[in-house]
Structures are given as C-alpha cells and as structure tokens.
C-alpha cells in the first residue's frame, strides 16, 4: 500500500476519534462514568501509545516516549474501573501526545509502506492494526458516552420480517483480506447443514413482549448460568434496556444470557457465528441490519480456527479464546464498516450489557 493509502486510513481513524471527543469538557473527559469503562482520556492516549508501540518502535526503531506508558496504557495492567486513579496523562497533555506520536508516524509512513518481507509491513498489515485498534476504541468510547447519557445515537428501525432458509452445502469461513486479524483466518471450508435465520434483528416491541410475559421469572427458557446471572442480585430484569426505547427499533444493550433466553421463548435460538457468517456470505441480500444497527450475540465461544496461529501477538485474540467469552457478529451504529465485515469476529462476557449488543435469531429446519 502507497504511504498516501496508509496516511488516510490513519485520517479516518483520527478524524473519528476527535469527532467524539471534541465536544466534551476536561472533566467529563476525566471522569469515571462507569466502573465497567475507562476514563476517555485514557482511552486517548492507550491509542497513541498502542500506534507508538508499533509502528514508531517495533517497525520503526525508535525508543519509548516515556517507559511508565508502557505500564500506565497497558489495557492488561489494570481493570478499566481503576484507571481513573492511576497517574494517567490529563487531556492537553493526553492531545499533545497522541498527536506528536502521529506527526512522527506520518514521517515514518515511506518506510512503513516498504515491503521487505516482513509480515507485519505485508500490504501495510501493522498500520491496519493500528487504524483498527483506534476505530474501536471509538465504539469502546462511545459506549461509555452511552453510559454517560451522552451518546449521539442515529435512528435505525427494523422494516422487514420473517426468515429465511440457508441451504446446506460448503463455504468459506473466515477472510484472505490483508487487514484482517488473525482470529479470522485461515480461512477454510466448512459444511453446515441447513438453518433458518431471521431477515431482521428483534425489536424493542418483541422485547418488551418477552418482559411482560415474564420472560424473567420463567426459569425453563434461561440456561443454567443464564439463571444463575438471572438470580445475580445485579439481574433483577432489563437493566440498561430502556422499555421506553423506540418499539421498531432494535433492542439494544441486552447480554447473552438474555439474548439466549429469549430465543429460545420464541421457540428459536441464536445462530452459531458459522452459520451468521455464511448467511453473510451467502444471502446478503435477504437480510437487514446485519451491520450498523446493533452487534448480534451468538451461541458460539469465542477459539481458534484450525490451524490458527497467534500473529502479532498472542494479546489480541488466543488470551480470551476459551468457554468464557461468547461471540457476537455483525457491527453496532458505532462500528466504522472498515471493522464491520463479515468475518470479523468480536466477543464479550455473557454477562455484558453496556456493549451496543441485541440478536437476530435463527432455528433448524
Ligand atoms: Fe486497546
């Protein structure tokens, strides 16, 4: 890729980051919304250290701005909840080094865009990553300004409904796309038998219709630890749901565990993210709101393809495979369509609601 390519994904990405912040005062820009989410400034200069990290050092060589970033930024070191008291960059200082790390890389973007052998300059691979990196932090922002009552959500409403049948047969699974991380590939065949999966994402009226059943007291549609959580003194019903959400929109900030029960209320169930990429792949134009609207819980954990192998670092993906994480698909309002393919594989506690997440179910025939 041409250093003119790789400097305007970086733009876009940049440009998304500031439109969020650029309204917001220093204090709401400090404070601790959530426990479940950082500070924003945090997550500001944790993306100017993440694009520091690597592509002025790894790639380019260059020594540490500061050595207590490494420790202060590292998204493993400490729990989003204890951020705030960390001595962590206030937002000029925060501003100012983020955008000395870019005005750096920019200078840096000829050798960056050289192809050398290396895999992570292959057709600009480590700059996509940190174009990535950013633009989810911005979905990871929003969810605290969302926290804060101070997201601006566009109006997306549902307009179709019914199902459709996929047939069986093979597909591809997973992406060759030069950006794509490595829990999308490799890519490889796969047979499914035939499913059903809605043409649409539940709205806030099937929702509600769930709730006023009394969808929570119903123990026989909730797993075993779906009812553990239900019982949870922190599940006592919808939490972040707001019944007074628009009916025809989709239903919004729901977890897994609610998610699953109520798929299988409506005598249904929640698609594995096989079959949600296939459906992707293969009846595209069957479907609404597949992204943009909300990200879809699936009943898949969140592992490995056959033969995956961890690249550039183990951190990103291989640490939360396993049974605890559930995958979810597809991209929310707040997802940029550069992360929003269809192979792109996101994943959450199941327990989580603060995430733009609801769900579009799916059945056997
Ligand atoms: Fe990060």
């Given at each position: 890729m041409s250093p003119s390519e790789l400097a305007a994904a970086l733009e876009r990405a940049r440009r998304r980051t500031e439109d969020l912040l650029e309204p917001l005062s220093d204090e709401q820009l400090t404070q601790q919304f959530s426990p479940l989410q950082s500070p924003l400034v945090w997550d500001l200069a944790h993306i100017g250290?993440?694009?520091?990290?690597w592509l002025l050092r790894q790639v380019g060589g260059r020594s540490a701005v500061s050595p207590e970033y490494d420790e202060l930024y590292d998204a493993f070191a400490h729990a989003r909840g204890d951020r705030a008291r960390l001595p962590i960059l206030p937002p000029q200082a925060a501003r100012a080094y983020v955008r000395d790390v870019r005005e750096a890389v920019l200078e840096l973007l000829p050798d960056l865009s050289r192809e050398n052998g290396d895999p992570l300059l292959s057709e600009g691979f480590v700059v996509g990553m940190v174009v990535q990196h950013e633009l989810q932090h911005t979905e990871t922002m929003a969810q605290t300004l969302a926290l804060a009552g101070l997201a601006r959500r566009p109006s997306v409403m549902v307009g179709v409904s019914g199902?459709?049948?996929?047939?069986?047969?093979?597909?591809?699974?997973g992406s060759t796309v030069p950006w794509a991380y490595d829990n999308e590939r490799p890519a490889h065949d796969v047979e499914l038998p035939?499913?059903?999966?809605?043409?649409?994402l539940v709205t806030?009226?099937?929702?509600?219709?769930?709730?006023?059943?009394?969808?929570?007291?119903d123990r026989s549609v909730w797993s075993v630890e779906g009812w553990e959580w239900r019982e949870s003194e922190h599940a006592e019903g919808p939490l972040f749901w707001d019944p007074g959400a628009q009916p025809d929109a989709p239903v919004e900030h729901v977890s897994f565990h609610e998610a699953e029960a109520y798929a299988r209320w409506m005598g249904k169930r929640l698609p594995?993210?096989?079959?949600?990429?296939k459906a992707a792949k293969t009846v595209p134009g069957e479907l609404e709101h597949m992204t943009g609207a909300v990200w879809q819980w699936t009943s898949s954990a969140f592992g490995g393809y056959p033969g995956f192998r961890a690249f550039p670092y183990a951190e990103y993906s291989e640490a939360f495979f396993g049974d605890e994480y559930r995958v979810l698909r597809g991209g929310s309002w707040s997802t940029d369509p550069l992360v929003a393919r269809p192979t792109f594989r996101n994943w959450d506690l199941p327990q989580r609601r603060q995430i733009f997440s609801g769900l579009r179910c799916a059945g056997d025939v």
């Amino acid at each position: 890729m041409s250093p003119s390519e790789l400097a305007a994904a970086l733009e876009r990405a940049r440009r998304r980051t500031e439109d969020l912040l650029e309204p917001l005062s220093d204090e709401q820009l400090t404070q601790q919304f959530s426990p479940l989410q950082s500070p924003l400034v945090w997550d500001l200069a944790h993306i100017g250290h993440f694009e520091e990290l690597w592509l002025l050092r790894q790639v380019g060589g260059r020594s540490a701005v500061s050595p207590e970033y490494d420790e202060l930024y590292d998204a493993f070191a400490h729990a989003r909840g204890d951020r705030a008291r960390l001595p962590i960059l206030p937002p000029q200082a925060a501003r100012a080094y983020v955008r000395d790390v870019r005005e750096a890389v920019l200078e840096l973007l000829p050798d960056l865009s050289r192809e050398n052998g290396d895999p992570l300059l292959s057709e600009g691979f480590v700059v996509g990553m940190v174009v990535q990196h950013e633009l989810q932090h911005t979905e990871t922002m929003a969810q605290t300004l969302a926290l804060a009552g101070l997201a601006r959500r566009p109006s997306v409403m549902v307009g179709v409904s019914g199902e459709v049948t996929v047939p069986s047969g093979p597909f591809t699974l997973g992406s060759t796309v030069p950006w794509a991380y490595d829990n999308e590939r490799p890519a490889h065949d796969v047979e499914l038998p035939q499913f059903r999966i809605d043409r649409t994402l539940v709205t806030n009226r099937d929702y509600a219709g769930f709730v006023d059943a009394g969808g929570y007291s119903d123990r026989s549609v909730w797993s075993v630890e779906g009812w553990e959580w239900r019982e949870s003194e922190h599940a006592e019903g919808p939490l972040f749901w707001d019944p007074g959400a628009q009916p025809d929109a989709p239903v919004e900030h729901v977890s897994f565990h609610e998610a699953e029960a109520y798929a299988r209320w409506m005598g249904k169930r929640l698609p594995t993210e096989v079959e949600w990429e296939k459906a992707a792949k293969t009846v595209p134009g069957e479907l609404e709101h597949m992204t943009g609207a909300v990200w879809q819980w699936t009943s898949s954990a969140f592992g490995g393809y056959p033969g995956f192998r961890a690249f550039p670092y183990a951190e990103y993906s291989e640490a939360f495979f396993g049974d605890e994480y559930r995958v979810l698909r597809g991209g929310s309002w707040s997802t940029d369509p550069l992360v929003a393919r269809p192979t792109f594989r996101n994943w959450d506690l199941p327990q989580r609601r603060q995430i733009f997440s609801g769900l579009r179910c799916a059945g056997d025939v």
